[in-house]
């Protein structure tokens, strides 16, 4: 009942920058209930990891992964419910599937518990 897309993925040299872009739609009384919204990546046999959230909801608080915190940033437009990723200065680690998630008010963030999209890659060359 609620669907995320990502967009923005692909391939970049090392130094370089991408934008990824996440929509939520659906129910609307399912849609107007999600609190926060982020990113989670994942690599080649390796857990999700989670690296950036924003609160959809007051002065929309920000968290990063220490590894990328000074390099992403997120922004959102909580009317549409909408949120990008700006990532510059990428470096090789940082190649992974990217996903799209979002915490409903009545969970935790959790793999069972948010909303996810069908993930965009990103690969960074040297």
């Known amino acids: 009942q609620v669907q995320l897309v990502e967009s923005g993925g692909g391939s970049v040299q090392a130094g370089g920058s991408l934008l ?3 929509a939520a739609s659906g129910a609307s009384g399912l849609i107007n209930k999600i609190c926060e919204m982020g990113w989670y990546r994942q690599t080649l046999g390796e857990d999700l990891e989670m690296v950036s959230s924003i609160l959809m909801r007051s002065r929309g608080t920000a968290k990063y992964a220490d590894s990328v915190k000074c390099r992403f940033a997120i922004s959102r437009d909580n009317a549409k419910f909408t949120i990008d990723l700006q990532m510059t200065k990428l470096e090789t ?3 992974a599937v990217y996903y799209c998630a979002a915490r409903p008010c009545v969970r935790e ?4 518990s948010n909303y ?3 993930g965009t890659k990103v690969t960074v060359s040297s």
């Open 93 to 95: 680690d940082d190649t």
């Open 116 to 118: 996810w999209g069908q």
């Open 109 to 112: 963030w959790g793999r069972d």
């Open 20 to 22: 990824l872009s996440c």
